[in-house]
T-cell receptor, first 113, second 116 residues
Framework: DAKTTQPNSMESNEEEPVHLPCNHSTISGTDYIHWYRQLPSQGPEYVIHGLTSNVNNRMASLAIAEDRKSSTLILHRATLRDAAVYYCILRDVGRNYGQNFVFGPGTRLSVLP | GAVVSQHPSRVICKSGTSVKIECRSLDFQATTMFWYRQFPKQSLMLMATSNEGSKATYEQGVEKDKFLINHASLTLSTLTVTSAHPEDSSFYIC????????????FGSGTQLSVL
């Protein structure tokens, strides 16, 4: 199974950019890189995903290394509402029964006012 | 955006009873649904994957007879915790995807199960 590693926690000041790293050295050629975040007592919510090229949306940007063994989620201006656990996930397409997503431990982001 | 509705949000039950949790995709057809459980301050643990009209595929270590999953339609999946015990107390989360290689997951808001 392709797995990801992330720092346990990170801290940021409000209105500053945040770079959340993720390592996935065993990624396969067709695995998509997904990012989700989870606020306390809630289900996760989608942030962004990509395959090879960098991606931008209204929430964040995703920078993918050329060898695809790592990626970085970029929050351009952190707000207090961005405080959450961020999960970097790979689609595990090696299974023989459809799609599945396996969560790693994630990074707990704290945003300081 | 796509919405996944999960009910109930919280349930407290006595040991030995069964609890059913519903997961509905409100504005898309979910070819695949996933069930996760999460203990405090831990990550989500995938329990099973279900495809509409077929039997769920359970992850290693998850008891099929304990956690019954039914995905009878493209918009509804249910998880029944049978003969619940205190160690089954956890946060259960469902998610759904419309399918397709590039599709993202949409999550329910979760169900906090407390077994007394």
């Amino acid at each position: 199974d392709a797995k990801t590693t992330q720092p346990n926690s990170m801290e940021s000041n409000e209105e500053e950019p945040v770079h959340l790293p993720c390592n996935h050295s065993t990624i396969s050629g067709t695995d998509y890189i997904h990012w989700y975040r989870q606020l306390p007592s809630q289900g996760p919510e989608y942030v962004i995903h990509g395959l090879t090229s960098n991606v931008n949306n209204r929430m964040a940007s995703l920078a993918i290394a050329e060898d695809r063994k790592s990626s970085t989620l970029i929050l351009h201006r952190a707000t207090l509402r961005d405080a959450a656990v961020y999960y970097c996930i790979l689609r595990d397409v090696g299974r023989n029964y459809g799609q599945n997503f396996v969560f790693g431990p994630g990074t707990r982001l704290s945003v300081l006012p | 955006g796509a919405v996944v509705s999960q009910h109930p949000s919280r349930v407290i039950c006595k040991s030995g009873t069964s609890v059913k949790i519903e997961c509905r995709s409100l504005d898309f057809q979910a070819t695949t649904m996933f069930w996760y459980r999460q203990f405090p301050k831990q990550s989500l643990m995938l329990m099973a994957t279900s495809n509409e009209g077929s039997k769920a595929t359970y992850e290693q270590g998850v008891e099929k007879d304990k956690f019954l999953i039914n995905h009878a339609s493209l918009t509804l999946s249910t998880l029944t915790v049978t003969s619940a015990h205190p160690e089954d107390s956890s946060f259960y989360i469902c998610s759904a995807t419309p399918g397709g290689y590039d599709e993202k997951l949409f999550f329910g808001s979760g169900t906090q199960l407390s077994v007394l």
